[in-house]
């Protein structure tokens, strides 16, 4: 089942989670025994249902409304419907309707992460962690390629320092999938 959503994901040229970010993101839910989840960006769904088949309770945006419909025919189809919420709804607008997550993952427009990952630390459990996905974009180079995609990864490269520097945050990052960060409160 899973694999026909990566075909269907891969026809319509729809970006989902990388197999190796998948697995660590599996490894991270396990390690800390991590229940309620919080997605930004669903798609069609896949890693929120991936991440149901790992026990948790998903609750994630998705702003198109035509891939939200896809997302929520596939939760259905897969029997998740008791465990995934998609929420169509334009994440940069602040939702007050959520719990308190354990796990807050940010996958979706890359210029706006700093904004997502302040609009939503509110809702994360005091010992919860937020990762990210999509931080090393393909691996490009500023020198390969044009002025929007330069401007881009110029954005990538001021929100790792903003994690870097956050005084309330201690971040580590993974080059797994399309390079991960795991942000944790500080302790001291
Ligand atoms: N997490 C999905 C997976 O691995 O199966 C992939 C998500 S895809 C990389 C990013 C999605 O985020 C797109 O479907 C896009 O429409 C959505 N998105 C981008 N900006 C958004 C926003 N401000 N609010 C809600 N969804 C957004």
């Given at each position: 089942m899973f694999s026909e959503l990566k075909k269907y994901a891969k026809d319509h040229h729809i970006p989902i989670i990388y197999d190796d970010g998948l697995l660590f993101l599996k490894n991270l839910i396990e390690i800390n025994n991590v229940k309620d989840v919080l997605e930004i960006g669903?798609?069609?769904?896949y890693s929120a249902l991936q991440m149901a088949s790992f026990g948790c309770q998903v609750d994630t945006f998705e702003r198109n409304e035509t891939l939200a419909d896809i997302a929520k025919d596939n939760v259905k189809k897969f029997g998740y419907e008791s465990q995934i919420q998609v929420i169509l709804h334009d994440a940069l607008v602040p939702y007050e309707n959520l719990k308190i997550y354990d796990l807050i993952f940010i996958d979706a427009a890359k210029a706006q992460y700093q904004k997502f990952f302040e609009i939503y630390?509110?809702?994360?459990?005091?010992?919860g962690m937020i990762v990210c996905d999509n931080?090393?974009?393909?691996?490009?180079?500023k020198e390969d390629v044009n002025r929007h995609t330069k401007q881009l990864l110029g954005k990538i490269e001021r929100f790792k320092q903003f994690l870097i520097n956050h005084p309330d945050f201690q971040t580590q990052f993974d080059a797994v999938g399309d390079g991960m960060s795991v942000s944790k409160r500080r302790t001291t």
């Open positions: 669903t798609a069609i769904g630390q509110v809702f994360l459990k005091p010992n931080l090393s974009f393909h691996d490009l180079k």
